[in-house]
């Protein structure tokens, strides 16, 4: 058996500690359910910067590009910035959106039982979990981050003004747009509200003609997708209505920088981005590529302390598993997937192995070796 290869990526501060955690649970799926596995470790971001005066290593990307899947940790760090002042590490990232072509960015917002919300510095159950379960796929490789940082010019004290391009193109609305209605087809996703199939855009064409566009594509292909009822919101209303009503949402799709700022913002319904996995991807064929990585930043404040969520990671493996699964035609990699998210749901409805964050006391690691061991009781 040609074993399946992925490439694991910590990057910065907190990043490899909760792809460590990952990794502990990709290997006990791998053993329970026989699956063939060939794990490379590869080291790259601001630190590694700092340390050799490179990103990462020559080669790196090769390596990533022949593998069948990426996990990845989180890139930032406060003290490295490259020779034009941008940020080292951050040509890692957006160079395999890029070269990988990886136009979808899949952000599922899931609230389960046991997760109690952090408002004003206290833990309380504000939205319940019957109504949080949709999912924002944001176009990846257009708009505001359409090119890597050494393409642009060095910001200093000596610049007066800049104009920062936002790309939108028919081309790129309409891939990312079809491989909505393909996810929600395949996920059978329903509004708790009124459970119906819908793909809901997220989108500012009152105003921005790349919008224009993109809402041109989403009702010519909508009218394809019978089964799937199709809808649109500007973003500043989706931006309040979601937190209000969570309910009415099942997939959503819109470019880009919106994506962005909303997938951060809709991670506080699920308990906060250390509950929020993410998949990068451009389609389910046996050539296509993926990488996966929680939606966090490297966590300098927190980073040695042990009190990281790996949770968002571990998650964040799942949706790989799930990903490889379909890619492969390989049902083991589909039943690892589940096994993995419900051993999550065990972790939190037990509620004596919870994070800081959801307002627990256990450690990164705790928390992954209470998962391993509920998906080991459950083989």
């Known amino acids: 058996m040609t074993p ?43 630190n590694y910067y700092l340390n050799h005066g490179v990103e990462w290593e020559e080669g790196s990307y090769e390596q990533c590009k022949k593998a069948d899947a990426i996990l990845f940790g989180a890139i930032g760090h406060p003290k490295a910035r490259l020779p034009d002042n941008h940020i080292a590490g951050a040509n890692i990232i957006l160079g395999l959106r890029q070269r990988l072509d990886l136009f979808a960015n899949i952000r599922p917002t899931k609230l389960y039982l046991g997760v109690k ?38 910001v200093d004290s000596s610049l007066i003004q800049v104009i920062d391009e936002r790309l939108i193109s028919r081309k790129g609305s309409k891939r990312v747009i079809e491989l909505a209605f393909q996810y929600a087809d395949y996920k059978e996703s329903r509004t708790p509200f009124d459970n119906v199939n819908r793909l809901t855009a997220i989108h500012k064409s009152n105003l921005l003609l790349g919008c224009q566009i993109f809402m041109d594509e989403f009702y010519s292909i909508a009218s394809l997708h019978k089964s799937i009822v199709a809808n649109d919101i500007l973003v500043d209303s989706f931006a309040q209505d979601v937190l209000r009503s969570p309910e009415k949402y099942s997939t959503c799709v819109t470019t880009n920088s919106f994506g962005d700022i909303l997938t951060d913002l809709v991670s506080t319904l699920a308990g ?9 991807i451009n389609g389910w064929s046996s050539d296509s590529h993926g990488m996966f990585e929680p939606i966090h930043g490297s966590g300098p404040d927190i980073a040695g302390k042990g009190i990281a969520n790996p949770i968002a990671a571990i998650l964040s493996v799942s949706m790989m598993l799930e990903w490889l699964g379909r890619k492969q035609s390989d049902d083991k990699f589909l039943i690892s997937a589940k096994s993995v998210e419900d051993a999550v749901i065990k972790l939190l409805q037990k509620g004596d192995t919870l ?25």
């Open 272 to 280: 906060g981005m250390g509950m929020a996995p993410s998949g990068q």
């Open 355 to 379: 994070p800081l964050d959801i307002g627990g006391s256990a450690k990164t690691d705790q928390v992954g070796d209470a998962i391993v061991e509920l998906i080991n009781n459950s083989s």
């Open 4 to 46: 399946i290869k992925i490439i694991a990526i910590g990057g910065d501060f907190i990043g490899p500690e909760v792809v460590n955690e990952g990794l502990k649970v990709l290997k006990k799926v791998e053993e329970i359910n026989n699956l063939s596995l060939e794990i490379t470790n590869i080291e790259g971001g601001g």
């Open 117 to 154: 919300h952090k408002l004003s510095n206290e833990f309380r159950q504000i939205w319940a979990p019957k109504n949080v379960n949709f999912t924002i796929i944001r176009e990846n490789t257009e708009g505001l981050y359409s090119s890597p940082f050494k393409h642009r010019p060095k």
